[in-house]
């Protein structure tokens, strides 16, 4: 009701008030004569007879006749008398008129009864009737008086009568007779309302009788409207419903409505349980909801709490949460008496005091009141759903006393239902009862007519007066019925009132089913009259009127004559169904057969309402539904308002039509996904092209290539936002929550239409492929070999076998499709808030304004405080990032605290969602089946922590098995979470330890810096005291993980922590329990189940915030090149939980990474499904690969004496153009041949190897199958040498050819023209040189390879060898951190990054170099060395943004530095050795050694100290691939530029030797008349041909002579070279040296090398060069003696005959007869056939050959320069591979120098001393060895060398790596030091003794370094060797400028240990290298 300025007083005396108004002149300009008069005459005459009178009040305005009925209204008290006089007289015999008042059409002429009968048989056609309350009223109420809106008359619709004029006479005269109680005037126009009803009904006027009852006030006259009134103009304005004065409705309640006693009592329970705020209106959510409490509950708690915040509002909330249902807090209630006092401050006493004196009265409503009114209006909607949740009756109309008005208000809050009433499914019930059934037990009876619902949530407790008028609101049970509700139950207590009669009308016209509690004495009382008389409605609804009966359990008595007296007097009533009850005395009364007598009472009862409640159903189902609250809310305010309002009617708001705008047309067969959220379908789509791509990179796949292309232009087709998702970005910035549940209602009951249909279809394939499942695994067993069957049994078995397999795999299918239907159905809010976020990331450009995005993310996180949680993983495939959640973050409120993670994991449907929901607060969607897609977050506070829970999809289910799937949740869980609460049913199984060790795998792999704690929450358990069995089980299923992971060589325990105590049991949530009575099966929740949530938050939140680092973690936080000086140090303790993340965008981001490197490495990785199948897989790849080496080492053989049989036997251009592809084909046959035979051997041999029984089939299938891609890359590699090399060949050939055409133009032109003209010739030869050179630049393009291709092939060799790498690779290796690279696309997308920097860097003038064509990162090479502040700012900002190397993104002055040291040191290292080894490689494109380098290279860099250092602040894996991507670059743009200069460098050369063999053909045709010139021109020719031909034979033969040499060389060779490296450097204090033996040692071990062979080079160059002068010598005076004896006739035949006495000289050595033969040596093709007409002038023209080559020793000077530089750049190559490991030491630099490949070793781990044993005595267990491939070094030097510098002083740390390797330490960063705080001991952590820090940081040299610190030179001193010593004075200088400042020289030297007279190097000295040549 709406406040009013008055109070309701009741008092006890009967009065008679009367009030008198008298209207006559109205405004439409109708005159009555007697209103006035008549008024006048009854006030005179009521004054008479003892009434109050107010009046008469003649003529009224509008306002002034509202003023007066409120006046009159406010007098009014309980008890006064009731009189009603209607003042018209009819027209026609001036007649006073009863209160049916007649108008004519013409809505003016007013009739008496009699006239108006007589009128309707005059006018048939007149049939309607009004009652019109208008014209002329004078009113006499006993009740309140509302408003009435005189200006429009309300029609009515009534029956028209045929009835004479006689009849209604006679019945006039009979009522003039009769009397009413209250009415003093016995004449017609005195008559009571139920006398003018009745007097209606007699003369036939039914139709309007029902208007005419008790009720007060404005009831009393109002009619139910006629279709003349239209509801659409009234559609609810769902906006002004939710304004705050609309929600809750208030009316003050003088203090004598209530007993002295009660009305202290509501005074103290408000003043000390609501808080003395007043608590308005606000869009805020209290913050309890997301708040745990601090401390568990208990009297002393409660108290404390109540005197710090005047409320228990924390605890109650708490227990709703837990769904305790506030019993704990009712428990614990009574025990607070028995405090003391004392204890409470003196301040605070008084109210503790009122408190207890209270506490006896307290119930569950008042406690749930008085939280309620200490809440804002928002969280008032949102905690009546935990109300609802807890099946406690919701407070809709209580009483609650007001502090600041000081008095008691009737409230009916509306707020409670906004939410819980929100389109819901189920009727709505309204039971009332007459104040003669109070206390009879209605409320009670609820559990009867509905027997679902238990008495325990009932509200019966407390005073009977304090509850008398409230109304409760009843929902069936959430355990019992989660999704149909059924109905809701508007339970009034007590009796229909003035404070609560408006509310329960606005209930009644929208309630399906009325019922009414009445007693024998109703049989002479208005109620029901009341009740049924005030619309025609009310009159048609369903109605069950419910009798108690004194009488019930007396057998004599029959309850057929006490309901036949109601149904006597109530005949006319049709829709009324009528029963009786006992009342409540009956159940307390006591007698021996009292349980007897309760049971068949209490079956009557359920009988007698069942069959009830049957009858009526129908008539139940097909009342208007009434869905929400709003609609009798809306009523309300209108019958409040006095407004002329229509019946009730499902009110559609406008959220409603344009959803079903959106939703109509799609049904489970329209494409939804495609259709609705189109950006996260195509990006899905893509996904899974990808995925698949992925899984089968190594085979063709077009057709999926195709189809992610054709999505992908799809999705970039996409440039404007839907309408779906326009929808709801409107609904999540412009619409109120409730329009967000009430869409989120839709879109359940339109999924509704289609799911149980589906979940029918796929729980029917489920269990039969269950079914065919066992089958399989029954025959599968039968058929193993240990079955004795015969081989007809065996058949027949396999072929079941089959057909059971097929059966199933059919299921399984089914199950797939049916899945995909639901997906398909599957629309949520969640779903298009993911659209929302793809839609973002796709084109963020959409959301305009700029804010839109920010009022969609603050929006997203509110409704994350109210249960829509963020969607962290979504989507199929999976995927977590998202820059729309990142803004969602900055919006979720947390504490000052780095946040703490808990993650959730769990079979699918074991209630993990719900067990969160219980123990948070949380509201994680929950269902049956698969309700959880992804990973959802919420985040909560709880003891001034953030604690953000990760609820995750559930495990084990048959859509995906057989995937990776249940492996990556449960490894995104330990990477990222503090504690993993393991929720499972039952017992522990294998299917458990399985997943935890495969996560664990992983985590090794992924490097996690934390450890989490796994606690195990076992559900549904009987005893929950039987914890030890199941402490026993856990310490037996770690037992087991520690045993399947010993071929691991780590402990399980160094990387989670799982406490064999850390298991909790808890019951089943829900008790069950056949009802005794009905037979009724009842659900509720177990309230054991609640009180154990306590206590398993209290051992969540020891263990979350107990959490530690793994090991290696612990010491490494960001260890820098630092040692200290100080000795004596205190062992230092690892900090217990230190922060992962420093907040919540950390934390995101973090999680992101963890995603991706789990999506990426996830199929390798996770491929197996337990650490005994991934030791069994491990073992059997390793014996795989070892046979892969020796194949593919015959492979290569074979495929190299193929490819010379093929080249030699297509050596002919003509054929290799005509042929080639034939010729490639023949090869490629042949070629299969070999690598089939090789690939069956392998198998074979393998086979052999793997014979034992522990090897499983399937398992040896598929390594076996393994096998194949790495043989058949061998085959790819031989391919492209075969290819290469024909190409190559064809390149010669075409030269050759175009030669040929040449030749054979100018011959035919001489053969047919023997005296052909000179300038006719040339310009003929020109035009044939031209076209011959454009054929050929035509044919040569057709043969390099495109850069698609170059980068197909370098990916396809990059993945080939990952996968046999990460076969190989042990633990922790950084191969496992790399990932398959598919195609381009993916490789340009990764590298786009780092393109666009580089785009913009060179676009920097001040940064430009001179660099090769296209070579990239040359570029950055020279940007590398010395770069600016400027630089290093822009490539920073360009960078930051897209790098995700970082852990703490916040820290960007860190990661800056990070980066500055990575890209200047780290990149440019890695880039420089690269690019060497690719310069020094040919065809590196095509050689998977490139490949091969490249890893090597990945691993020195992520081994480097920059990056060790701070492995605290990277995302390893991320790096790692990032720096893979940069040295794919590297090679694809060197390669593609090597393609393309060959290409040039081909076409240049090939030119110049046509357009030289052009020359010469002139020349020879110019000479042609001239036999001397023409003998000077062959000799000139042949010459030629000759000494270039002899210097192609000597280098082939150096190359081969250099390579062998290299191979046998007992100087080249690591440890000589190592030996020599020193010597010359630190050992001969040769500064130069040295300085390249610290900054670059492998190029000078090169440079070495180099030098070593430099003599062999020489000599054997010298052997075949010193010797060239005479072979080219030899071989002309051979040729030009045989010319000379000669005596051919044409230069054709004397060609050929010199060829062959070439090839016969003996000193030459021309047995490579297929070398010769495929270049064709000596082929003197460009002589054109020519006559010798003078032979003896021929002859002496030919001498001239020796005459023209006098100057041939430079000739030859040149020529013997460009083949050492050929042998020089082979050597280099050979070298390269022989210098063996790359890896440094981090201490000092050393080089490695164990020859490859290395074996592992066994390596400590490192312990700290015991401190509760004796010294070198310790008997505690110690953690098993682990395997490491280790270094070691011949010689370690001081670390100055390699930049370690003294902690805090900075001075040049003068020792060996291994010296004091117990006494001192290292001093490391913590992760929080500031950048500028290296001084400050507070951001440093000493790690003692150096020792642990090699050992937790540098495994691989822990062994060497510590046996050197027992054995090695100066173990036993401090300072280092004193050739190093030496060494340093020579360097200082120069190593000290090279540290950038972090080094500072020490002021003074000991001269006897440090010489000062030796010549130091200049600060800027840089050596020079030579390695580039022998020059």
């Known amino acids: 009701m709406a406040t009013t300025s008055g109070y309701n007083t009741i008092s006890r005396p009967h009065r008679k008030l009367a009030l008198v108004i008298g209207i006559g002149d109205y405004e439409s300009g109708a005159i009555l004569h007697n209103t006035k008069i008549d008024a006048r005459d009854m006030s005179s005459k009521l004054n008479s007879i003892g009434f109050i009178c107010d009046g008469p009040k003649l003529d009224l305005a509008h306002k002034d006749m509202e003023l007066a009925l409120i006046r009159f209204k406010h007098s009014i008290r309980e008890g006064d008398l009731l009189w009603h006089r209607a003042c018209f007289a009819c027209e026609i015999c001036d007649v006073s008129l009863s209160p049916d008042v007649v108008q004519t059409e013409d809505q003016q002429t007013l009739y008496c009864a009699t006239h108006f009968a007589e009128s309707i048989q005059v006018d048939n056609d007149n049939d309607q009737s009004s009652f019109n309350n208008n014209d002329g009223d004078s009113i006499v109420t006993s009740g309140e008086e509302e408003r009435n809106d005189l200006n429009h008359p309300l029609p009515r619709n009534t029956e028209p009568t045929t009835k004479s004029s006689s009849e209604l006479d006679a019945s006039k005269s009979e009522l003039s007779n009769q009397s009413a109680e209250g009415v003093l005037i016995i004449t017609p126009e005195t008559w009571s309302i139920e006398q003018v009803a009745q007097w209606l009904s007699s003369i036939g006027l039914k139709e309007v009788t029902e208007q005419f009852g008790t009720r007060t006030g404005k009831k009393a006259i109002r009619p139910a409207p006629n279709n003349n009134v239209s509801s659409i103009n009234n559609r609810p304005n769902l906006t002004y419903l939710l304004q705050d004065a609309n929600c809750i409705h208030s009316e003050d309640i003088h203090a004598e409505y209530f007993s002295a006693d009660d009305y202290e009592l509501l005074k103290n329970w408000s003043l000390c349980l609501c808080s003395s705020k007043t608590v308005k209106e606000s869009t805020e959510l209290d913050q309890v909801f997301n708040t745990l409490v601090d401390k568990t509950m208990n009297a002393q708690v409660l108290v404390e709490e109540l005197v710090k915040n005047d409320s228990l509002k924390v605890y109650v909330v708490d227990s709703l949460k837990r769904y305790h249902s506030l019993m704990d807090i009712i428990h614990i209630l009574p025990t607070c008496p028995k405090l003391d006092l004392t204890r409470f401050p003196q301040q605070h006493q008084a109210t503790v005091e009122k408190f207890i004196d209270t506490i006896d009265t307290i119930t569950k409503s008042v406690l749930l009141t008085t939280t309620i009114d200490s809440m804002s209006y928002e969280s008032q909607r949102y905690f009546g759903n935990f109300i609802k949740k807890n099946d406690l009756p919701v407070p809709f109309a209580y009483y609650m006393w ?205 009988q007698s309402f069942k069959s009830t409640i049957e009858d009526v159903e129908e008539k139940i189902q097909q009342q208007v539904h009434c869905t929400t609250i709003f609609s009798i809310q809306y009523y309300y305010l209108n019958v409040k308002a006095s407004k002329n309002y229509s019946p009730p009617v499902n009110h559609r708001f406008e959220i409603q039509d344009r959803l079903n705008e959106l939703f109509h047309n799609l049904n489970e067969k329209t494409e939804n996904l495609r259709i609705t959220t189109p950006v996260s379908y195509l990006s899905s789509a893509i996904k899974q092209c990808e995925r698949e791509l992925s899984n089968n990179w190594d085979a063709p796949q077009m057709k999926v290539q195709s189809r992610r292309d054709d999505l992908i232009r799809q999705r970039s087709n996409i440039t404007t936002i839907n309408r779906y998702t326009a929808f709801f970005i409107n609904l999540l910035t412009k619409c109120s929550y409730i329009e967000i549940l009430m869409t989120e209602k839709y879109l359940e009951k339109w999924r509704a239409q289609f799911e149980s249909i589906l979940h029918e279809q796929s729980r029917k394939a489920k269990n039969e492929a269950s079914q065919f499942s066992s089958s399989v695994k029954q025959l599968e067993e039968r058929l193993e070999p240990k079955e004795n069957i015969s081989e007809a049994d065996k058949i027949a078995l396999q072929q079941a076998l089959h057909d059971a397999q097929s059966k199933f795999n059919e299921q399984r299918k089914l199950v797939t499709e049916v899945d995909t239907k639901l997906m398909n159905i599957d629309l949520t809010i969640g779903l298009f808030c993911d659209e929302i976020m793809a839609l973002y990331e796709l084109s963020p450009t959409l959301f305009n304004p700029e804010s839109l995005i920010q009022d969609i993310a603050k929006m997203l996180a509110n409704l994350m405080l109210k249960g829509f949680a963020i969607h962290i993983l979504r989507s199929r495939p999976l995927h977590c990032h998202s820059n729309l959640i990142k803004k969602i973050i900055n919006f979720i409120p947390t504490t000052q605290q780095p946040p703490l993670i808990l993650t959730v994991i769990g079979e699918q449907s074991s209630a993990k969602s719900s067990l969160m929901n219980a123990t948070f607060g949380c509201n994680f969607r929950i269902s049956a089946g698969r309700c959880t897609i992804g990973m959802y977050m919420s985040v909560i506070q709880w003891k001034s922590k953030t604690i953000v829970i990760f609820d995750t999809e559930g495990l084990l289910s048959l859509e995906e098995a057989g995937s990776i799937f249940d492996n990556q949740m449960v490894t995104m869980a330990v990477l990222s979470s503090h504690l993993v609460l393991v929720n499972h049913k039952g017992e522990f199984n294998a299917k458990l330890k399985d997943l935890i060790g495969m996560s664990f795998y992983a985590k090794l792999q992924i490097r996690s810096p934390i450890k989490p704690k796994l606690l195990f929450v076992l559900r549904d358990q009987v005893d929950l005291l039987s914890k030890t069995i199941f402490f026993r089980q856990l310490t037996e299923l770690t037992e087991q993980l520690q045993n399947d992971s010993k071929f691991l060589k780590i402990s399980i325990d160094e990387e989670l922590d799982i406490h064999n105590e850390n298991v909790y049991l808890l019951p089943n949530a829900f008790s069950h329990e056949e009802h005794g009575i009905s037979s009724v099966a009842q659900c509720w929740r177990n309230q054991t189940f609640s009180r154990e949530i306590i206590t398993l938050r209290n051992i969540i939140f020891n263990n979350i915030t107990s959490t530690t680092k793994p090991r290696r973690f612990q010491l490494n936080k960001s260890i820098s090149p630092i040692t200290t000086s100080t000795a004596e ?309 360009t960078l930051k943004n897209r790098l995700k190397w970082f852990t703490y993104n916040n820290k960007e002055q860190k990661n800056k530095k990070i980066f500055t040291e990575i890209w200047n040191v780290v990149l440019r290292t890695f880039e420089e050795e690269l690019l060497n080894l690719i310069n020094d490689t040919t065809s590196f494109s095509s050689n998977p050694k490139t490949i091969q380098h490249l890893f090597q290279l990945i691993e020195n860099a992520m081994s480097s100290q920059c990056i060790t250092s701070n492995v605290k602040f990277l995302e390893k894996h991320t790096l790692c691939s990032d720096v893979a991507i940069i040295g794919l670059n590297i090679i694809i743009t060197e390669a593609i530029n090597k393609e393309k200069s060959n290409y040039n460098l081909n076409l240049e050369n090939s030119t110049n030797e046509i357009k030289e063999c052009k020359e010469n053909l002139l020349k020879q045709c110019v000479a042609m008349k001239n036999a001397f010139e023409l003998g000077q021109t062959l000799a000139e020719t042949i010459g030629k041909q000759i000494i270039n031909d002899i210097g192609l034979l000597l280098n082939r033969r150096i190359e081969k002579e250099m390579t062998e040499d290299i191979v046998k060389s007992q100087f080249i060779n690591h440890k000589a070279i190592q030996q020599q490296a020193y010597q010359e450097s630190i050992i001969e204090a040769n500064g130069e040296n040295i300085l390249k033996y610290v900054y670059n040692i492998n190029r000078y071990f090169i440079e070495l090398s180099l030098r070593e062979i430099k003599t062999t080079l020489n000599a054997v160059t010298h052997k075949h060069t010193c010797n060239l002068q005479n072979l080219i010598t030899l071989t002309i005076d051979k040729v030009d003696q045989f010319v000379q004896k000669c005596n051919h006739d044409d230069t054709a035949r004397l060609r050929d005959d010199i060829r062959k006495e070439i090839l016969e000289l003996p000193d030459l050595k021309l047995g490579e ?107 505690c267990e110690h953690p098993k060895p682990i395997s490491v491939k280790t270094h070691e070094a011949s010689h370690h030097l001081a670390g100055a060398f390699y930049g370690w510098r003294y902690h805090k002083i900075h001075t040049p740390h003068l020792k060996l790596c291994y010296q004091e390797w117990k006494t001192h330490g290292v001093a490391v960063e913590k992760p929080d030091r500031s950048d500028n705080s290296e001084n400050n001991d507070d951001e440093w952590e000493i790690i003692f003794p150096t020792a642990k820090y090699f050992n937790t940081n540098h495994q691989a040299w822990y062994n060497d370094l510590t046996k050197l610190s027992t054995e090695g030179d100066g173990c036993q001193e401090s300072i280092p060797p004193p050739d190093q010593r030496r060494a340093w004075m020579v360097v200082r200088h120069a190593i000290i400028k090279h540290s950038d400042g972090k080094m500072i020289d020490k002021k003074e030297y000991d001269n006897k240990l440090y010489p000062l007279n030796i010549e130091s190097l200049p600060a800027d000295f840089e050596p020079t290298w030579n390695d580039e040549s022998f020059d």
Request: aromatic share 10%; charged share 25%; with cysteine.
């Open 1713 to 1819: 007869t297929a070398y010769i033969e495929i270049l064709q040596i000596f082929s003197m093709s460009n002589i054109v056939r020519m006559p010798i007409k003078d032979k003896e002038r021929f002859r002496k023209g030919f001498s001239n050959i020796r005459d023209y080559y006098k100057d041939i020793g430079k000739k030859v000077t040149d020529l013997t320069k460009n083949m050492k530089a050929k042998a020089f750049r082979s050597c280099k190559q050979s070298i390269t591979q022989k210098l063996g490991c790359q890896a440094r030491c981090p201490g000092c630099g050393a080089k490695c120098s164990k020859q490859e490949p290395h074996d592992n070793e066994e390596v400590e781990v490192w312990q700290d001393p015991c401190k509760s044993c004796p010294k070198d005595n310790c008997t």
């Open 402 to 606: 007001n502090e600041q008005k000081n008095f008691v208000e009737y409230k009916i809050n509306f707020n409670l239902l906004a939410e819980i009433m929100c389109l819901t499914t189920g009727r709505y019930i309204l039971q009332v009862g007459s104040e003669s059934a109070m206390g009879m037990g209605k409320t009670s009876l609820l559990q009867y007519i509905f027997p679902d619902k238990r008495a325990e949530a009932l509200n019966t407790d407390g005073s009977s007066t304090l509850r008398n008028g409230c109304i409760d609101v009843l929902f069936p049970s959430d355990a019992a019925n989660q999704k149909n509700e059924t109905y809701a139950i508007f339970d009034v207590h007590g009796i229909i009132n003035a404070l609560n009669e408006d509310i329960i009308t606005s209930i009644q016209e929208n309630c399906a089913l009325q019922i009414f509690y009445v007693t024998e004495q109703d049989l002479k009382s208005t109620f029901l009259n009341s009740m049924m008389n005030y619309s025609r409605n009310i009159q048609e609804k369903p109605t069950m009127v419910v009798v108690f009966d004194p009488n019930y359990d007396d057998k004599r008595h029959t309850e057929k004559n006490l309901i036949h007296s109601f149904q006597t007097q109530y005949q006319s009533w049709k829709c009324v169904k009528w029963i009786t009850a006992p009342p409540a005395k009956m159940w307390y009364q006591m007698d021996s057969n009292k349980k007897n007598k309760d049971l068949a009472r209490s079956q009557r009862l359920l």
């Open 1129 to 1437: 140090l205190v062992y230092p303790v690892s900090p217990i939980n230190d922060s992962a993340y420093t907040d919540m965008r950390h934390l995101y981001e973090k999680i992101s990474s963890n995603w991706e490197a789990i999506d990426l490495l996830g199929p390798r990785l996770l491929e197996c499904k337990t650490l005994h199948e991934l030791s069994i897989m491990k073992e059997l790849e390793m014996i795989a690969n070892n046979i892969i080496k020796t194949t593919n080492a015959t492979v290569y053989q074979d495929g190299e004496k193929l490819i010379d049989e093929k080249l030699l036997s297509s050596s002919r251009k003509d054929f290799i153009d005509k042929n080639r592809d034939r010729i490639i084909e023949d090869f490629n046959h042949q070629l299969n041949t070999i690598i089939t035979l090789a690939i069956n051997q392998a198998q074979k041999s393998f086979n052999g190897k793997t014979e034992r029984s522990c090897y499983l089939p399937e398992m040896k299938q598929k390594v076996s199958k393994s096998m194949e891609p790495p043989i058949l890359s061998a085959q790819h590699l031989l391919k492209e040498m075969f290819e290469e090399r024909l190409t190559d060949l064809l390149r010669k050939t075409r030269v050759d050819d175009a030669q040929k055409q040449l030749l054979k133009s100018v011959q035919n032109e001489f053969d047919q023209n023997k005296n052909l003209q000179l300038d006719y010739f040339k310009n003929q030869l020109e035009k044939d040189f031209r076209r011959i050179t454009e054929q050929y630049q035509k044919d040569l393009e057709s043969s390099f390879e495109t850069e698609a291709t170059i980068i197909e092939k370098i990916l396809q060799f990059y993945n080939s060898q990952l996968l046999c790498k990460q076969a190989e690779a042990k633990e922790e290796n950084f191969y496992h951190l790399l990932f398959r690279i598919n195609d381009q696309t993916q490789y340009k997308s990764h590298f786009e990054k780092f393109e666009n920097c580089l785009s913009i860097i060179r676009r920097c003038p001040t940064h430009q170099t001179t660099t090769t064509l296209g070579d990239v990162w040359r570029t950055i090479t020279s940007l590398f060395k010395k770069p600016s502040d400027e630089y290093i700012d822009s490539l920073w900002t």
